[in-house]
């Protein structure tokens, strides 16, 4: 069923008395075979059938040591730790995740406006973008926690207004990332069913879900029957590698006890053609430092 609300068709329900899947409504690749952009028209196939697209090396190692040391630099800024856009560990108060690392760090927003990342933004969506939200995901060793099973996408139209599944993600390693040091998960082809999840989001929900999330989490019956459906696949490599994926995947990562450290950027490109509305589901929206309310394109 779909419900209509301010002049805007939710055309994917969710948070409310029960767990509900509805079929995508939306293309993955929005770009037509004409489209220009660095992406081969069989990665663009393979990205419509997994939901994501994984790159050996977007960056150099040289351009990864620069990543790096403004990674270094903005964790350790004592500003920038007391800036409601850091969030910490619950346990061991380290930083989990800078937001807004784009509008924060100049090496971080000429990495948004570089052509190898908004270039393959703009093909896939088939439009100008602007960043949604950007973030680093610090993952220290030694027991830093992970992220549990969800759909951004769930979230983004649930608390932040995001009409249309016309949103991609770039996580890029800053350092190695193992098959054992907490990597990202994706389970292939699950983009392709929105699962709308039961409970209604609290509400300053986001304060505590950016630490371990309560609201949109899937049922241990749906992850079931997804993964034995789909398989998990686990995303390895070396600190320059990324992995494009589409917004609607069921994805998440374990934690890392591992000493070696994973910390990757993930910047989030929507649609100047999908700009945020009011929240779906949700009694407020989030802050504009976790979903942007500024649609200035990417130039
Ligand atoms: O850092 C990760 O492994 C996953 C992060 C994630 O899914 C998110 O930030 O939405
Ligand atoms: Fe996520």
Not at 42 to 53: I, P, V
Not at 65 to 85: C, G, K, N, S
Not at 150 to 164: I, K, R, Y
């Amino acid at each position: 069923m779909t419900t209509t609300t301010t002049n805007v068709t939710d055309l994917y329900p969710t948070r409310g008395a029960t767990e509900v899947a509805t079929p995508r409504q939306d293309p993955v690749v929005w770009g037509s075979p004409d489209t220009p952009g660095p992406v081969s028209q069989g990665d663009l196939q393979a990205l419509d059938r997994d939901g994501f697209l994984a790159i050996d090396q977007l960056i150099g190692p040289d351009e990864v040591e620069v990543y790096q040391r403004e990674l270094e630099r903005l964790t350790t800024d004592p500003a920038i730790r007391e800036d409601e856009r850091s969030i910490v560990e619950p346990q061991s108060k380290e930083i989990r995740s800078v937001f807004e690392v784009h509008r924060i760090s100049e090496v971080f927003a000429k990495l948004v406006r570089d052509e190898r990342v908004v270039g393959r933004a703009r093909q896939i969506l088939g439009s100008d973008v602007y960043v949604h939200q950007s973030r680093i995901n610090v993952k220290p060793g030694f027991g830093a926690s992970g992220f549990y099973w969800h759909s951004d996408f769930e979230t983004w139209h649930a608390e932040d207004g995001l009409s249309n599944m016309r949103t991609i993600s770039v996580s890029i390693a800053l350092t190695e990332n193992y098959d054992t040091n907490g990597g990202l998960m994706i389970m292939p082809g699950s983009h392709k069913t929105f699962l709308g999840c039961a409970g209604a989001t609290p509400k300053d929900n986001y304060k505590k879900s950016l630490q371990m999330q309560d609201a949109g989490i899937p049922s241990d019956e749906a992850l079931t029957k997804m993964a034995s459906e789909y398989g998990v696949k686990l995303f390895t490599g070396k600190a320059g590698s990324a992995t494009w994926f589409d917004c609607n995947c069921m994805h998440g990562s374990g934690d890392n006890i591992t000493p070696f450290p994973r910390s990757n950027v993930f910047i989030v490109f929507n649609s100047v053609e999908n700009t945020a509305v009011e929240p779906f589901s949700a009694p407020i929206r989030r802050p504009d430092f976790i979903g942007a309310r500024d649609f200035t394109p990417v130039r």
